[in-house]
């Protein structure tokens, strides 16, 4: 696989930069080197910037690839003029054919976080992340009513990554719920969770790829035996069944895949970005 470095330059966090960059370079079949450069709110860290290009392309003799959202036109031009990397100007490439549009100016408002403290949706998000780390693993059956979905599945099956993911990405309030032993034998949902049952999406895995997890967990153990995994997976899935709850199985899924289909089914009227 080609060997490349990739620049992420941004005057705010890179967030926004790094996020996009990805996304693109995820279309081709190479593991790059990155590197985040933030904060480059000035010519002089401009210069630096540049200075830290070029010399990554004399040392490898490629030319990094260098992803940038400035809005300052002065610290911008610095980088165009002295950058020995292929530059890819986000901004220019996406505002400036807005504004032509829309027919008004951005705002050229630097970093993406910018006043974002003083925004309820700043707080809300904070708040929903609050929730679901109270909410996590059935540490607490109060305010269930708040929550915007509810997760079950067995131990380990992706319940806790996705809460957080759909807290810190989306603003919902994401509690999770493991389903036990106990819950097998009475073969029904955890108790509290029967009147919010609308709210509530499965998550399954295969056996195997869950005894592999657990193991990395609790070695040898009877938790982390395949039998044992077999059994619990089953259960699991004949409990959502007779519950009619939808799920899906996570084995082969990224995070944001199975946040995207639980947003798609749940539909929360609730939504941030």
């Known amino acids: ?9 941004s005057d705010g966090t890179g967030i926004t930069a790094e996020t996009f960059g990805n996304a693109i370079l995820a279309q081709f079949e190479m593991k790059p080197r990155h590197v985040r450069l933030p904060f480059i709110d000035s010519v002089d860290k401009a210069h630096q910037a540049v200075r830290q290009v070029n010399h990554t392309a004399e040392v490898e003799g490629k030319r990094p690839i260098v992803f940038t959202t400035l809005v300052n036109m002065e610290v911008l031009k610095v980088i165009q003029d002295g950058c020995k990397g292929m530059l890819l100007d986000m901004f220019g490439t996406f505002v400036n054919p807005l504004e032509v549009e829309l027919g008004i100016k951005s705002n050229h408002r630097i970093g993406r976080f910018s006043d974002v403290s003083k925004s309820k949706e700043y707080h809300d998000r904070i708040e929903a992340i ?5 909410h996590d693993d059935g540490q607490l059956n109060r305010d269930l009513e708040l929550s915007d979905v509810i997760l079950v599945g067995v131990s380990r099956s992706g319940k806790t990554p996705t809460s957080l993911y759909l807290a810190m990405q989306h ?20 108790p509290a969770l029967i009147p919010h049952k609308k709210k509530i999406f499965g998550l399954t895995i295969n056996p195997d790829r869950l005894s592999e997890i657990r193991n990395e967990r609790r070695p040898n153990s009877r938790y982390a035996s395949l039998e044992n995994c077999r059994a619990e997976v089953n259960e699991a899935e004949a409990m959502m069944r007779r519950a ?10 990224s995070i944001e895949e199975i946040a995207t289909t639980i947003l798609q089914e749940i539909r929360p009227e609730r939504l941030t970005y």
């Open 244 to 253: 009619g709850i939808r799920w899906l199985s996570t084995t082969h899924k």
């Open 1 to 9: 696989m080609p060997h490349r470095t990739v620049f992420f330059i």
């Open 171 to 190: 603003g919902l309030k994401a509690a999770n719920y493991p389903l036990i032993p106990e819950d097998f034998e009475r073969k029904q949902l955890p």
């Open 130 to 134: 609050n929730f679901s780390l109270a």
